[in-house]
Every structure is written in structure tokens, then in C-alpha cells.
């Protein structure tokens, strides 16, 4: 295989990246100053089948490679990492349906998420199992007479879950204690009518403001069993099976945003001219300049390349997914530092995007797993007998 | 209904990397990537819009070098059907005359119930071809168009022909030339699914020696050309520039200030 996108994937990634420049990125200011969801940016990523990438043809998809998933975040984060989130939770919430999920169900959700039509939310988080998946205290018991499951909890810092309309949630079924922890949860869709199913509040974000990150509450919600996901008892391993492929698409917004600040940075840099000479062809910023565009680039070659081997069905997928969102978290939240230093007083003023390209590169290394829980993943890796 | 678009490939003027080459100053083509010229997109976005209406198809046809087929395929992502391409190497170098009975003699061997054209291209800038191909092949021609509406069922086409105080009202039997303008409306972008589909979309090939040429016997191509550049220079290096950064108000007031005291306006 030739070490290089192919015709399609470069194309798509040229198309993301023309609707990225002229439709989303004139709204990326005031996406973040007014903290609301773009709808109208979903309905152009809709439209212009960017969200229906990650969705095999036969329910309306593009059936898109996880690379070609990944080339659409960078692009659109490019501009607005708020906007190329929706893409990346779109898929990142499809992903239990896409491994596990059965005929019937993808059949009934898909076309509309392949559309755009709906949105879909991923509801693994609570207030107290962050890290600790295996933690949850959300519940669903069964009820005999009828086969269905009545879930109750809460699930907090969900990525768009109050626009969502379906909610794939993580709820403990284990009735006995002695269950070994990996093995008390099961995955359930709660499509977002469903009584008893609430949004609790909106949190209050650094960045990826325009993003809603929800509180979500199940009181009493009752789903067929048709909705259960994958196995009882299978909750822990779609969790985790879907992260490793989903961390790359947070590692791509990350590649984006470095992107976008690196590009900001030099155009800057170009053109502020101090002691009668451009700033750039000074050998400080230069540098500067320099280190983040290799960084940049580094991050991105090893996100292409986790990519390709998470595709190809790699034994330690796990692994390489940790890897780039490691590397590509750790890199945007340095360049994007780097990009404000270079524009100096203007840098930190909402005049340029690159105060909000800082902020908003902070929650990847957070999300889907905290930058500690991704080099705990790759040190498990490497600490595995052979 | 069928309308065949003229498209030309020409150089992407954001790329800023077009230039003349040296010897012959005829435009580097190499140097840049190519795009679809814009004007020929608003003709494109019509006729998409008017097959969107009534029915039918969008063929493209282009006279270029060997790498257009890159090119149109961006125009068939858009929502064209099908392509026809004239790419012969003795039509490199081809005049405003060449051009026009190459592709008036592909365009009458189509079948069509309406050609559109843009306005004029951003590389060379004639804008005489769309009307040497109608005046060739006999066709109604009507320029300027702010507003097409073919009657499919009569056999017509009713254009609002843009003037300087405002439009005339055209109709003319099908087919007929339409030279399409930005009044139109902004052309589309193409869907991913658009450009995956334009993967396998037909694309013809015809050479010189295929077509058959309008216009009478004598040559065309290069070697036939009747005009020639003979020299070439880069525009002067911009002067000091102004830049305005106050609030819209203030700043529209500074603009007009500076264009009424060089009586611009």
C-alpha cells in the first residue's frame, strides 16, 4: 500500500476543507462567544453528507475508511473545533451500534444518522466513574413481565447530549455483587421522547463552547430489550472497544486545531513587522514556528498511521489509538500555546481565533480518556506477558 | 431536457503561483493547479438547477490539455452527468478562432436542447468564443442571462438579458446559446457523495482528428494561430496600502471620504 492518501481520501479531505474555510470558519467566533449549539453548521455537515462518512452505504452512508472520518475532524477543527466535535461524536456515538450492534437496530437508526437528520450522544461518564468506567451507578434492571429494561442514574459531560436524539447509555446490570467489575454493565439506545429521560443542565466550558456538554437524567426510562446493545454483561467491552476507535477522531480535532493556530501564527508572523523587518525572519520566532509546525505534522503522521493500522484490524489497536491521542493532545495544547505567544498582546484578545484555538485545545487532552488513562493504556501494552 | 456546459480548466488564482513561461509566454499551466473558471460555474449551477426542475440531464464539454479530466471531474461532483473533452497536443497554443471552431464543431455533433457558456474565462479573457460558437452553428445567442426559463413543452427559452439600465426580455427557439452571469445565483459545492459519484461518471476523450471541425477547411491549433504574445511584464509591486480598521460605520465613512476626495466617486 503506497504511503499516501488515496485519491478519494485527498478529495474529500480538499471538499471538507473548502466548506470549512468559507461556510463554518466566518462563524467560529461567535459559535464560541454565544456558547450555542450551530445547528446551522450541522445542517451544512448534513447536507453536504459530512456526517453520514462514518456510515456504511447500505443504510445511506459514504461507508468511509476511520482515516477519511479522521481528514474530515482536521479539517473542519481547523476552523472551529467546536463544529468538527459533531462529526467526531456522531461517529464516536455510532460506534457501539457499528461493532455490535444488530441488523434490526442499524437499520432503524441509521439512515437518519447517516442523513443528519438525528444526531446521537455516547452516555458512558458520571459524576463519579470518570475514569473508573467500571464504576457507574446508573442502573437497569429488567422487568420480568415485559422483557424491557427501566434505567435510572445520571450521566454527566456528555458531548451534545441535550441535542441529541438518541442517547447510547452504560448502565449497571449486574444483580450480585461478586460479578467481576468488567462485566456489570450493558449498553442501551434511549431514543431522547422516551418519559423519564431529561436534560439536567448545560456546563459552563473553557472551550469547545458552542458544543452543550450535558447532565443527563433517567428516571424510571423504559426501553424494549430491542434497544439493548451487544450482550448483558457486554457494557465495559463496547466501551472500551469503541474508545479505541473513536480516540483518534479527538485526536484529529487535536491535529486540526494545531492546524489552524499554526496557521494563524505564521500569517501573523508574516506580516507584524517590529525593528523594521517582518517578525517572522526573526530567528526566535522563526523557531518557534518552526518546532510547531514539526510537531504538528509529527502528530499528524502518527494519527494517519493509527488510522491505518486500527482499519487494518492491528492486534494492539488499542495501543496506537492511545498513542495519537496522546501525542496529538499534548501537541495541540503546546502549539496553540506557542501560536498565542507569537501574536504576543494579540494573541490573548478575542480579536484572533488563537485564545479560543487554546482553550479549545485543553479538553483534548481530557476527553475520551484523560492523557493519564491514555499512557496507562499504552504502558499496559507494554507491560503485557508475551 | 439536455444542456451541454462549456467548462473551461483555468489556473487557481488563489494559489498566486500563476505565471507566463519564458519562452513563448503562453501561460505555464504546470505551475498551478487548475479549478473550474467561475464564470462557467454559475453556467453549470443553472443548467443544474433547471434539469433539477424539469427533467433531464448536464453534459459538460471542454477543450484543454491532459490533465482536465481533474478538473471536470470537480464540475461533475457538482451534478453533471457526463463530459466530453477535445485534447489534442497541436491545439495547445489554439487562438480565440481555433478554440471556437473546435468546440463549435464538438458541440454541433451533441445532441442538446440548450448550450451554456460563462461569460468570459480568467486566464485568457476574450469572452468572444461562446459567441463564435452560436454564430457558427447557427444558434439563437443570448448573452447576459440574469434569468433563464426554457419552456420545454413550446420549444423556447426566455432570458433576461442583463443592460445597462436594467434587462431585456429575450425568447428564442431551442437550442440556443445562454451566456450565463453571476446573477444566476452562487454555484453549489459538491456534496462528498457528489464527489464520489463523479469517480464514475462518464468522461470522453476526442482527439483533434475526431471532431469535426466548424467554421470551413483551413487549419486550427497552435500552429494556426493568427495572434501571438510577444512580450509580457509583471504588474508593478502594489503601492503603500491603507488599511482601515475601524468599526463598520467609521470605516465605511473613511472609504468614501478617501474615494470622494480623488473624485472616484
Known amino acids: 500500500m503506497p504511503y499516501r492518501l488515496t485519491e478519494d481520501q485527498a478529495a474529500l479531505r480538499d471538499a471538507v476543507r473548502i466548506l470549512a474555510d468559507e461556510q463554518i470558519a466566518p462563524r467560529a467566533a461567535e459559535i464560541d462567544r454565544t456558547a450555542e449549539f450551530p445547528w446551522d453548521v450541522k445542517d451544512l455537515l448534513a447536507s453536504h453528507d459530512v456526517l453520514s462518512l462514518p456510515f456504511p452505504e447500505q443504510y445511506g452512508g459514504l461507508g468511509g475508511d476511520l482515516l477519511t472520518v479522521c481528514l474530515a475532524v482536521e479539517q473542519i477543527s481547523r476552523v472551529c473545533a467546536t463544529s468538527g466535535l459533531i462529526l467526531a461524536v456522531q461517529e464516536l456515538a455510532s460506534l457501539p451500534l457499528l461493532l455490535f450492534g444488530t441488523e434490526e437496530q442499524k437499520q432503524r437508526w441509521f439512515p437518519d444518522l447517516a442523513a443528519g437528520r438525528h444526531l446521537i450522544a455516547f452516555a458512558l461518564t458520571e459524576a463519579e466513574a470518570g475514569s473508573d468506567v467500571a464504576a457507574a451507578r446508573t442502573r437497569a434492571r429488567r422487568d420480568d413481565a415485559t422483557g424491557d429494561w427501566i434505567i435510572d442514574g445520571s450521566k454527566r459531560f456528555i458531548s451534545q447530549g441535550s441535542v441529541a436524539d438518541l442517547v447510547v447509555v452504560f448502565a449497571a446490570t449486574a444483580e450480585s455483587d461478586d460479578t467481576p467489575r468488567h462485566q456489570r454493565l450493558s449498553c442501551f439506545v434511549v431514543e431522547k421522547d422516551t418519559p423519564g429521560f431529561g436534560v439536567e443542565r448545560i456546563e459552563h466550558k473553557m472551550g469547545i463552547r458552542g458544543s452543550p456538554t450535558a447532565e443527563l437524567s433517567f428516571s424510571g426510562v423504559r426501553v424494549p430489550d430491542a434497544h439493548r446493545v451487544g450482550e448483558i454483561g457486554q457494557g465495559f467491552e463496547i466501551a472500551m472497544r469503541t474508545l479505541d476507535r473513536s480516540r483518534p477522531g479527538i485526536a484529529a480535532q487535536a491535529v486540526g486545531i494545531a492546524q489552524g493556530a499554526l496557521e494563524v501564527a505564521s500569517a501573523y508572523a508574516r506580516d507584524r513587522t517590529q525593528f523594521g523587518k517582518p517578525i517572522a525572519e526573526f530567528q526566535m520566532i522563526g523557531a518557534m514556528l518552526a518546532d510547531m509546525d514539526a510537531q504538528t505534522e509529527a502528530a499528524r503522521q502518527l494519527l494517519y498511521k493509527a488510522c491505518t493500522e486500527i482499519e487494518a484490524g492491528a492486534a494492539d489497536a488499542g495501543r496506537w489509538s492511545a498513542m495519537c491521542k496522546l501525542v496529538a493532545g499534548d501537541t495541540a495544547m503546546r502549539v496553540t500555546t506557542d501560536a498565542v505567544q507569537v501574536l504576543g498582546g494579540y494573541g490573548y484578545i478575542d480579536e484572533f481565533p488563537v485564545e479560543r484555538m487554546m482553550r479549545d485545545a485543553k479538553i483534548t487532552q481530557l476527553y475520551e480518556g484523560t492523557q493519564q488513562i491514555q499512557r496507562l493504556v499504552i504502558a499496559r501494552a507494554l507491560a503485557a506477558p508475551r | ?265
Open chain 2, 1 to 265: 431536457m439536455r444542456i451541454v456546459v462549456l467548462v473551461k480548466p483555468v489556473p487557481d488564482t488563489a494559489s498566486g503561483g500563476e505565471r507566463l513561461r519564458p519562452d513563448d509566454w503562453r501561460l505555464d499551466r504546470a505551475a498551478t493547479t487548475a479549478v473550474v473558471n467561475a464564470n462557467d460555474e454559475y453556467a453549470l449551477e443553472a443548467a443544474l438547477k433547471l434539469t433539477e426542475a424539469h427533467g433531464g440531464e448536464v453534459v459538460l464539454l471542454t477543450m484543454a490539455g491532459a490533465a482536465a479530466p481533474e478538473t471536470m471531474r470537480k464540475a461533475l461532483a457538482m451534478g453533471a452527468t457526463s463530459g466530453v473533452l477535445v485534447s489534442d497536443d497541436a491545439l495547445g497554443g489554439s487562438d480565440m478562432v481555433s478554440t471556437t471552431r473546435v468546440l463549435a464543431g464538438a458541440l454541433g455533433a451533441m445532441e442538446y436542447d440548450l448550450a451554456f457558456a460563462g461569460a468570459d474565462t480568467s486566464d485568457s479573457g476574450g469572452g468572444i468564443v461562446p459567441a463564435g460558437v452560436a454564430a457558427l452553428l447557427g444558434l439563437p445567442y443570448l448573452s447576459y442571462a440574469a434569468k433563464i426559463e426554457p419552456d420545454p413543452e413550446a420549444r423556447t427559452v426566455r432570458v433576461n438579458r442583463i443592460t445597462p439600465t436594467g434587462y431585456d426580455v429575450l425568447e428564442a427557439p431551442m437550442p440556443a446559446l445562454v451566456v450565463a452571469t453571476q446573477a444566476l445565483g452562487e454555484p453549489r459545492y459538491p456534496s462528498l457523495k457528489g464527489i464520489m459519484a463523479a469517480r464514475s461518471k462518464a468522461l470522453e476523450t476526442k482527439a483533434l482528428a475526431d471532431v469535426s471541425v466548424a467554421g470551413g477547411d483551413g487549419p486550427v491549433g497552435g500552429a494556426a494561430s493568427t495572434t501571438a504574445v510577444l512580450g509580457a511584464e509583471a504588474p508593478p509591486p502594489r503601492g503603500a496600502t491603507r488599511v482601515i480598521r475601524e468599526p463598520a460605520d467609521e470605516a465605511a465613512r473613511q472609504v468614501v471620504a478617501f474615494l470622494a476626495e480623488r473624485r472616484i466617486i
